[in-house]
């Protein structure tokens, strides 16, 4: 309990001293607001436009969930598809590697010409961002599931289905868990990206039009949302690892320091 305690105040500790040093800095060199906003001019302008910012934080968050949703559910199916066949390995990930290389900003304009500018591109790109990391580790943790369990499922006479539900996925879990924490990061990126090119909603459309009006302290109290909503889900997603995956873990009256 201790050794937890020290690490949550380390790190609020660190936060607020980045924030204080940030703080110091703007007013120690003069910079300009134009340049870059001090903390608390940019508190004090989500305060004060609240209202106005409001929605656009409700349509970013709603888009991102459900592109991240989808984004789950094919990026499990696909990495179970790819982790449970060495023929499927084979064919399928170099295909779906080359497209993950591809630049997102590059996509939405394809996406705004099928289904028009809007929520749906944006849905869209947010998913295909996070379906990659998604199918990289639930494929990792299937295939390097112990042949040894394999092989006793396989004595009690256990089907394929029955050893991929009962031993496979249950080892994937934490492999699963560990790319739910980067894909919602990256949902995150694929909204916004969508929202500055084809969407008249959202904190990535609020962002653009506060940039070309020289509305500096506007764009990072929109950073500043973007921040807290990704920390937010991702704490969100590690209680229920630590729910989940428990037993992968070791406590902290074994842990190191």
Excluded at 32 to 41: E, H
Excluded at 226 to 245: K, N
Aim: proline residues 5%; aromatic residues 12%.
């Amino acid at each position: 309990m201790k050794a937890l305690l020290r690490r949550r105040g380390g790190s609020i500790a660190l936060i607020v001293g980045f924030f204080l040093f940030w703080e110091f800095a703007c007013v120690a060199f003069g910079i300009k607001d134009l340049v870059l906003p001090r903390p608390s001019q940019i508190i004090v302008t989500l305060i004060d436009r609240l209202p106005a910012i409001w929605p656009h934080a409700v349509q970013t968050l709603y888009t991102t969930l459900v592109g991240f949703g989808l984004g789950i559910f094919f990026g499990m199916l696909i990495g179970v598809v790819i982790g449970s066949s060495r023929l499927a390995y084979d064919t399928a990930y170099p295909l779906l590697v080359g497209f993950s290389s591809i630049p997102k900003v590059a996509v939405v304009p394809i996406f705004v010409l099928w289904f028009g500018a809007g929520t749906v591109p944006a849905v869209l790109t947010a998913m295909i961002l996070c379906i990659f990391p998604i199918v990289v580790n639930v494929a990792t943790g299937l295939a390097t599931t112990e042949p040894e369990l394999e092989d006793v499922m396989r004595a009690l006479k256990a089907s394929k289905l029955d050893i991929l539900f009962n031993v496979g996925l249950p080892r994937a879990m934490p492999y699963f868990f560990a790319s739910l924490k980067v894909a919602i990061t990256q949902a995150f990126v694929g909204t916004v990206i969508a929202e500055t090119v084809a969407s008249n909603r959202g904190i990535g459309n609020l962002m653009m039009i506060a940039s070309s009006s020289f509305d500096v302290p506007l764009v990072f109290a929109g950073l500043l949302i973007l921040a807290a909503l990704g920390v937010a889900l991702y704490l969100i997603f590690s209680f229920i690892e630590s729910r989940v995956t428990g037993w992968t873990r070791r406590t902290d009256e074994f842990a190191v320091g």
